[in-house]
Every structure is written in C-alpha cells, then in structure tokens.
C-alpha cells in the first residue's frame, strides 16, 4: 500500500471548517483513501474514504486531487468533539488487504 | 450500524495470568477481524488477522503462542493473553470488516485497556 504523509499536528477553531491534508503521491489506480479518527483513549472511528471522486457523508468531505497524489478531508464546522487524530490511510481494493496506521494528524478544536 | 464491541473495557492483571478479551461485530457479520496493540503516544500495530473457522494469521514478530485468537463465529472473535507480564501492558484493539467490494470497511471496537502488574 502506498505510503501517506500527513502533517503532526494543526490547530483549528471551533465553529469553523478544518481541512486536514494528506499526501500519497505513490498512490496506485486501485488503491482507496481512507479516513479514520481516534479520540484519546478510543478505538478508531472510520470517517469516509473514496477513490478518485469527492465524497461526502453527514461527518465530512473528502476531496482527491484529478492526479490523487493528495487529498483533503474537510469538516465543514468543526466542534470540541472533533479533537482527535486523524489518520490517511491508502489501501487497496480486494479482499485481502490491511490497514497500515501512521502517525496521522493531531487536530486540536479550540474555542 | 455497523457496531463492533470489545470486553472488557479495562482489564487489571497479575504477572503470569491470561487475560481473554471479546470482540463482537453486533449488528453484520464478519468473516474477518483484524486486532491491533497500541501503546502510548504511538500509532496501531496490527496484530494478527482473524478469519472465521481458520487459524488467525499472525504479523512478524507477534507470537502465536503467547496471544491466542479464536474466530469462532461470524460474530465473536476473542484474544487471549497467555501468561501475561508487565511488557503486554497495552491498548488492544479489534476491528470487523463490513460490507463488500467498493464498501468493504472496517469498523473498530472500543479498545481494551490491559495492565499487567
């Protein structure tokens, strides 16, 4: 699976939109993006993944580049409860395939 | 939906005891699991994949032996810490793959917080 790079961590304030980047510019054409969170002290939280189109669902928006090198996981409004890190993971399609977590991206909500 | 369930929450032990953690996919069935350790400040380790009625197949470096993964039915998957000891102290976690093709996700449950005195 492709390797990600996500920045360590960004600062967002409550109430507005965070846009958390991801970079895999070594993306193959049938590789997913996905998204998940974790809460301290949670289990990962699965957000929303795609593969070339933007997605959207009632937690977030996902946008991937025309050359899916990069993507950008949106939450249009973010709240205190969004305070978590947030992990791009590149997968690809089929049965057989794992998760790979890096150190995703520490998002901390500030009112 | 989509709900997996992990018990217990948080676990005590003595040095040299087992500890059996449980998770259940509680509203799809799930021919796979996935268990993952976590330790402080650092990000998911995956464990061992867990498929239903066949042995679990485990990541480099991870004993079989010591961390026994039962996938009993397409609901239950349970992780066993044999003769645990301080250094197995760690966040356990399971995870369920849901759906299929293009859907195909994983959901992951709560997480178990072992600690072994």
């Known amino acids: 699976d492709a390797k990600t790079t996500q920045p360590p961590s960004m600062d967002c304030a409550e109430g507005r939109a965070a846009n958390l980047p991801c970079n895999h510019s070594?993306?193959?054409?049938?590789?997913?993006v996905y998204w998940y969170r974790q809460i301290h002290s949670q289990g990962p939280q699965y957000i929303i993944h795609?593969?070339?189109n933007n997605e959207t669902n009632e937690m977030a928006s996902l946008i991937i580049t025309e050359d899916r090198k990069s993507s950008t996981l949106i939450l249009p409004h973010a709240t205190l409860r969004d305070t978590a890190v947030y992990y791009c993971?590149?997968?690809?399609?089929?049965?057989?395939?794992?998760?790979?977590f890096g150190k995703g991206t520490l998002l901390t909500v500030n009112p | 939906g989509a709900v997996v369930s992990q018990h217990p929450s948080r676990v005590i032990c003595k040095s040299g005891t087992s500890v059996k953690i449980e998770c259940r996919s509680l509203d799809f069935q799930a021919t796979t699991m996935f268990w993952y350790r976590q330790f402080p400040k650092q990000s998911l380790m995956l464990m061992a994949t867990?498929?239903?009625?066949?042995?679990?197949?485990?990541e480099q470096g991870v004993e079989k032996d010591k961390f026994l993964i039962n996938h009993a039915s397409l609901t239950l998957s349970t992780l066993t810490v044999t003769s645990a000891h301080p250094e197995d102290s760690s966040f356990y976690i399971c995870?369920?793959?849901?759906?299929?093709?293009?859907?195909?996700?994983?959901?992951f449950g709560p997480g178990t917080r072992l600690t072994v005195l």
């Open positions: 995870s369920a793959r849901a759906g299929r093709g293009n859907t195909d996700t994983q959901y």
């Open positions: 993971i590149a997968r690809s399609g089929g049965s057989n395939y794992k998760l790979t």
């Open positions: 867990s498929n239903e009625g066949s042995k679990a197949t485990y």
């Open positions: 070594t993306i193959s054409g049938n590789e997913y």
């Open positions: 795609g593969l070339k």
